[in-house]
């Protein structure tokens, strides 16, 4: 048996180096297909590592309250990472973080309430800025550093806001001298008492790019807007250990503050990625079925190329029947050139995928990811596309007759 693949080994690469240009083209097909593939899951790989290493870096003891939506599974996580459509649907209120602050083990309790307003400083007025409203709770929650300033106190909680080192470029063309200045929200004033250090990180759980954000108390835009919802509670536990009950806890706490009815969901650990996660492994499901298309393009090729080998090549099949080779002989000869070609087009591609994964992200926040699940699953889909479109030239040389076939030359 070792001896026969030696040969079909041999055979093929016979045949492939007699046909450079030809089995490199077909090649060529199979690699960008895999390469396609392995870029988008590199990618998203590494967007949904980026959300999780946000989760480590704030801790294991953080607990997210979010509104439930009666949605099916592909609209509610695109819904939910609408703000816009969050905001509407929110079931979270005011008395909701009042009731969560007095579970056991719960140390602080932060909402946030994101809204799109217009802002204006002395020197410019910025549209469609995203405002924050929040409480004092947050920054004991959320790692967030303060070039200038201070965070939001008791004592300037109802007049002050705090602006992302972006946004306070985009408003004043500098950061160094924002604390102090004054900005207007509908009408009304405040007095920036803060600016964020950069973060240069647009994707967050919170889905809150803070860099061109406004922070303010959640009562004063309420009062400002009229009508804040709550689109999440980020919660700090006191004690690690006991997570899950803290969780079931709250879980009680809100479904007796809301009559019964458990309109929020509650989660901790890997789950508070949701939707985020969800997002990027639809995305990629859906990016990677549009890849599909090159490499069943690239398999068609294999196919082409394999029919033309076989009419070229009746003649050798021919003198090998004739010398008493099987019809299963000459199937596994060509099934294996189809396979070989199939396989060092994968090899490429996989390379190939992972040099672009990582010259994008240079130019992007996150590292492409790299697994042996990626490597195995590209290698995988190069042998079934070798074989399934290697199959059907081989059975058709196969099942050629020798006397015809040798009436056939080069």
């Not at 004592?155 to 500098?174: C, I, K, M, P, R």
């Not at 997570?243 to 009680?252: G, R, Y």
Request: charged share 15%; with cysteine.
């Amino acid at each position: 048996m070792a001896m026969l693949l030696r040969t079909h080994f041999k055979l093929a690469r016979t045949s492939i180096k007699e046909n450079r240009t030809r089995s490199f083209l077909t090649c060529l097909g199979i690699a960008i297909g895999v390469a396609s593939i392995v870029l988008i899951l590199s990618l998203m790989g590494g967007i949904s590592n980026l959300v999780r290493s946000e989760i480590n870096e704030i801790g294991s003891d953080l607990i997210v309250v979010r509104p439930k939506s009666t949605k099916d599974t592909l609209d509610s996580i695109i819904g939910e990472l609408t703000s816009a459509n969050t905001f509407e649907k929110s079931s979270l209120t005011l008395s909701d973080i009042s009731a969560i602050s007095k579970t056991e083990d719960v140390s602080a309790v932060a909402p946030i309430a994101i809204s799109t307003n217009t802002i204006a400083s002395e020197k410019n007025t910025l549209s469609s800025v995203s405002v924050l409203g929040t409480n004092l709770d947050f920054i004991k929650i959320e790692p967030l550093a303060l070039r200038y300033g201070a965070f939001l106190t008791e004592n300037n909680e109802e007049n002050s806001v705090v602006l992302g080192h972006t946004l306070s470029l985009a408003l004043f063309n500098t950061i160094n001298s924002t604390v102090g200045k004054t900005v207007s929200i509908m009408g009304e004033k405040f007095m920036v008492v803060g600016v964020l250090d950069e973060i240069d990180q647009s994707i967050s759980f919170d889905n809150v790019d803070f860099d061109n954000a406004l922070i303010m108390d959640i009562k004063s835009l309420d009062k400002i807007t009229g009508s804040t919802q709550i689109q999440q509670i980020n919660i700090k536990a006191a004690n690690t250990d006991s997570l899950a009950k803290i969780t079931d806890d709250i879980k009680e706490t809100l479904t007796k503050q809301k009559l019964g009815d458990q309109n929020f969901t509650v989660a901790y650990g890997d789950n508070i990625t949701h939707p985020a996660s969800s997002l990027f492994t639809i995305v990629s499901g859906m990016l990677t079925t549009v890849a599909a298309i090159s490499l069943v393009v690239g398999g068609i090729g294999i196919m082409n190329i394999m029919l033309v080998s076989v009419a070229e090549r009746s003649h050798e099949i021919g003198v090998r029947k004739a010398v008493g080779a099987s019809s299963r002989n000459i199937l596994m000869q060509f099934l294996f050139e189809a396979l070989i070609l199939s396989i060092i087009g994968g090899i490429f591609g996989l390379v190939l995928g992972y040099i672009l994964a990582f010259i994008i992200s240079i130019i992007t926040p996150f590292s492409p990811y790299i697994s042996w699940e990626i490597i195995i699953v590209s290698f995988l889909t190069t042998i079934a596309v070798g074989i399934m479109f290697g199959i059907y030239p081989a059975l058709k040389a196969a099942s050629k007759n020798p006397i015809d076939s040798l009436k056939h030359y080069r």
